[in-house]
């Protein structure tokens, strides 16, 4: 008798013992499997909360600069941040690059892929709306590449890249209103199709420029251009070299 409640009282040390091992192993308790690390949560965490009672930032109320591949939003503190990284940072090698000139916020971002790079301060035309004809003031919209660079003594303007402006919808748009001849009209049509410079000599106007002189003589950002894109003569001088003949430009209200 005193053998069968030896063998009890071990069975249920033994029982014990393995309980406790289990309850060990559990997640959520001390021990060695809390050594493991937890998965992070799915979606995108906040780094960063700008306190209630600090006004926001002139750029708060912006996202991000859409590319022609829809770059994705950011939270208005995040994007004030980049904007002033995107400034201020040193343009190193493009492998793909493309512009984007934005008239209403008065800049010019550049891409490198779908990547934006950086972006500049431009001052564009002192027209309303699209460029429709020779001395509107306008800049006109539109997807555009670079047909023409030159650089001093060929342009007073510090650094100039001219754009293929009028485009062939330029000319489709013009020839049905009566604004140019078909002969004119086949002409840019033809140039584009070549990815030359369009005829700048029609009633549509021409020689729309990416170009420095931003700013007057005394210094002063001039208050509209001619209807060419004007930039820092430091900021051209700096984006020239990495902007070849054909870059794509895309110019949007």
Wanted: charged share 25%.
């Amino acid at each position: 008798m005193k053998r069968a409640w030896g063998w009890i009282i071990k069975l249920e040390i033994v029982g014990l013992v393995v309980a406790g091992a289990l309850i060990a192993a559990r997640p959520g308790r001390s021990g060695q499997a809390d050594a493991r690390p937890s998965e992070p949560p799915s979606g995108n965490i906040v780094t960063a909360v700008r306190p209630v009672d600090e006004p926001a930032p002139e750029v708060a109320a912006q996202k991000l600069p859409v590319s022609p591949s829809q770059a994705r939003p950011a939270g208005p503190a995040k994007a004030a941040r980049d904007w002033q990284t995107l400034r201020t940072r040193s343009l190193g090698e493009l492998k793909y690059p493309s512009v984007v000139v934005q008239k209403s916020t008065g800049r010019l971002l550049v891409y490198d892929g779908d990547e934006l790079v950086k972006w500049y301060p431009v001052a564009v035309g002192a027209g309303n709306g699209d460029k429709a004809r020779e001395g509107d003031l306008c800049t006109p919209v539109g997807e555009f590449y670079i047909c023409v660079k030159k650089t001093r003594p060929e342009t007073q303007y510090v650094r100039s890249m001219g754009l293929s402006y009028p485009n062939a919808s330029d000319a489709r748009e013009a020839l049905r209103d009566g604004r140019i001849t078909r002969a004119q009209h086949d002409a840019i049509v033809s140039a584009i199709a070549r990815g030359e410079q369009p005829p700048w000599n029609t009633p549509l106007g021409g020689a729309i420029m990416i170009h420095g002189c931003r700013r007057d003589a005394q210094g002063n950002v001039r208050p509209g251009t001619q209807g060419c894109v004007a930039m820092e003569d430091d900021d051209v001088i700096e984006l020239f070299p990495h902007l070849p003949v054909g870059t794509p430009v895309a110019i949007v209200p």
